[in-house]
Nanobody, 123 residues
Framework: QVQLVESGGGLVQAGGSLRLSCAAS????????VGWFRQVPGKEREFVAA????????NYADSVKGRFTISRDNAKNTVYLRMNSLKPEDTAVYYC????????????????WGQGTQVTVSS
């Protein structure tokens, strides 16, 4: 069982930066791949970025490539999402999720989810 808690969301102006954190419980966190997803009201949750358990492999949605960076510190059981050059269209609730068998871009393949953190980018 893995419990995830996101933090770091907030209100930022366009062009600004935020760093989201996803803190996990459990002693085997390094065996879990973690993904970040986001959702706006009325739309499906969409993939943002993912990282393998070791941190050696990452993947990004085209919409955030070059602006967002996913990383992890397994000693702290934490995954980060650094978001630079934020745009109003990045406004959403951001969720982290974990799965034990490799990263995926597909929401349904993740077993554990956090409660989400709101990111609002003003123009």
């Amino acid at each position: 069982q893995v419990q995830l808690v996101e933090s770091g969301g907030g209100l930022v102006q366009a062009g600004g930066s935020l760093r989201l954190s996803c803190a996990a419980s459990g002693r085997t966190f390094s065996s879990y791949a973690v993904g970040w997803f986001r959702q706006v009201p009325g739309k499906e949750r969409e993939f943002v970025a993912a990282i393998s358990g070791s941190g050696g492999t990452t993947n990004y949605a085209d919409s955030v490539k070059g602006r967002f960076t996913i990383s992890r510190d397994n000693a702290k059981n934490t995954v980060y999402l650094r978001m630079n050059s934020l745009k109003p269209e990045d406004t959403a609730v951001y969720y982290c999720a974990a799965r034990s068998i490799g990263w995926s871009t597909i929401t349904a393949r993740y077993d554990y989810w956090g409660q989400g953190t709101q990111v609002t980018v003003s123009s």
